[in-house]
């Protein structure tokens, strides 16, 4: 009978209370082994999340703006408004037009204004930034020593009108009679010039040709040095002067498109609200009041 007792009470007592537990078998020791290698292999082959969670609504929105956007005075000005209007604290991050867009592509900024066309509709083909808009028209120039001379040409020669061929006049002059400086940072000004060079079949080279020092300022460096530069035109309307001046600026090859665009891989709850703004009624009224851009007549 005390055998009985222990049997029933024991073993069967245990397999009752499995029982009336979720009825799910006891986890063998190979089983529980392999769960994290299973799980580890799962996150390798796992396809990546379309979005990451929203951030939440008290955190800044971070802006992404090329530092030129920044130098010609737009960026505040549109950063200003924004939060009288709305209340949401945005903070503007200084970036060149590429690495922002990386930024932006890897959830690092919440929205970017850029004036990198051709690289941002590479980005928007791929999907990794929506709901880009055209808020803002402006241009670039390009600018070089004044003349000693009141109504003197730059090198001796009347400005062309095309960008290319002045590039071209720069190539050819003797050595040492002129210098380029260029941003070689990457941002929208930067794409521009290396676009033109190509076009213009050169491949810029030193001693002739000065590349800047990452974070370095373009304009203040081609005054200092007396240097030919392309240059946002607002940029050049804040900080440029003597002894430069504008040589080439009505080439339609130089004309900006700024865009906004917010990211794809991260949803701030302002975001949308921010590009909805700068392209409503407020946001272009704030763009048109400077002096150096105007609103975008295409969307």
Known sequence: ????????????RSQRLRARGNNRPMPSR????????????AWLHAPPLAAQPRRAAADPL????????????????????FVRDTGVAVQLVARPAQPLLEALEGGELDVGLANAPQAEARLEAQGLVHDRQAVAEGGFVIVGPAPRRKGAALLGVPAPRDAVE????LRAAPQGSVS??????????????????REAK?????????????????????RASAAFALVERGAWLAQGGAPLAVWIDADPRLRETVHAMRAFRINHPAGKIFVAWIVGPRGQQVVAAQRAYAVATAR
């Open 1 to 12: 009978m005390q055998f009985r007792y222990r049997f029933m009470h024991g073993p069967m």
């Open 30 to 41: 190979r089983r529980l082994l392999c769960l994290p290698l299973c799980a580890s292999a």
């Open 62 to 81: 971070r802006v992404g703006i090329d530092p030129a956007l920044i130098d010609s005075g737009l960026g505040h000005a549109l950063r200003q408004a």
């Open 166 to 169: 002045a590039l071209g006049r």
């Open 180 to 197: 380029f400086v260029s941003a070689g940072d990457g941002s929208g000004t930067h794409a521009l010039e290396q676009a033109l060079w």
């Open 202 to 222: 050169i491949a810029p080279a030193p001693p002739w040709y000065v590349t800047l020092a990452p974070g370095a300022n373009l304009i203040a460096h081609a």
